[in-house]
């Protein structure tokens, strides 16, 4: 049996699926660009970009958040904006998914007038730190941006669990 075209069914039908295959593999190949997969996960051992004395717990933070005239470092989150707008640390400006290009050019243009030397604390909030795709990327861009006292949030589950549920100081919306 051949198509109005003189093929046969079975060569029209394998040439359908090859079209449909080179199709997806356009579609996947698109999607690997840089900023739109996720990464993987931080590979265990590997060592960390930061140092302990770079890492703050919720109650500490919490307490400088909360204080009074002392000066209080730049909080940014580094992740999804619906978590951000449920609530977020008062004050913290919103960056974006650090894990994706755009959010990381959002994270450099909004510091790149600030001195090297303010305090800035990260943090995401997703998941657990240890297996945040958003902490890492953002503390070394603004490592290689040349600030000086930088610090990450350990968020040992998530942000709802180890800063909202605790009571710690939060604003919503935005």
Same mark, same amino acid.
Request: hydrophobic share 40%; aromatic share 6%.
């Given at each position: $049996?051949?198509?109005?075209?003189?093929?046969?069914?079975?060569?029209?039908?394998?040439?359908?699926? =090859?079209?449909?295959?080179?199709?997806? $593999?356009?579609? =996947? =190949?698109? *999607?690997?660009?840089?900023? /739109?997969?996720?990464?993987?996960?931080?590979?265990?051992?590997?060592? #960390? &970009? @930061?140092?302990?004395?770079?890492?703050?717990?919720?109650?500490?933070? =919490?307490?400088?958040?909360?204080?009074?005239?002392?000066?209080?470092? *730049?909080?940014?989150?580094?992740?999804?904006?619906?978590?951000?707008?449920?609530?977020?640390?008062?004050?913290?400006? +919103?960056?974006?998914?650090?894990?994706?290009?755009?959010?990381?050019?959002?994270?450099?243009?909004?510091?790149?007038?600030? &001195?090297?030397?303010? #305090?800035?604390?990260?943090?995401?909030?997703?998941?657990? +730190?240890?297996?945040?795709?958003?902490?890492?990327?953002?503390?070394?861009?603004?490592?290689? $941006?040349?600030?000086?006292? /930088?610090?990450? *949030?350990?968020?040992?589950?998530?942000?709802?669990?180890? @800063?909202?549920?605790?009571?710690?100081?939060?604003?919503?919306?935005?």
């Amino acid at each position: $049996m051949t198509t109005s075209t003189g093929r046969s069914v079975r060569e029209s039908g394998r040439t359908k699926r =090859a079209g449909a295959l080179c199709l997806f $593999m356009a579609l =996947a =190949a698109s *999607l690997a660009r840089p900023g /739109l997969i996720r990464p993987q996960k931080p590979q265990k051992n590997a060592p #960390e &970009p @930061w140092t302990r004395a770079e890492v703050v717990k919720p109650a500490e933070l =919490a307490a400088q958040v909360a204080g009074g005239k002392a000066a209080k470092p *730049l909080v940014i989150c580094v992740g999804f904006h619906n978590l951000y707008s449920t609530a977020h640390i008062p004050g913290a400006l +919103f960056a974006g998914p650090a894990r994706q290009a755009d959010g990381l050019a959002a994270l450099r243009q909004a510091l790149e007038k600030l &001195p090297k030397s303010k #305090e800035i604390v990260v943090y995401c909030g997703c998941c657990p +730190f240890a297996e945040c795709p958003n902490v890492r990327p953002a503390f070394d861009a603004l490592h290689r $941006m040349g600030f000086t006292r /930088l610090k990450v *949030l350990d968020l040992e589950n998530n942000f709802a669990q180890d @800063w909202v549920n605790k009571g710690y100081p939060i604003e919503k919306g935005k």
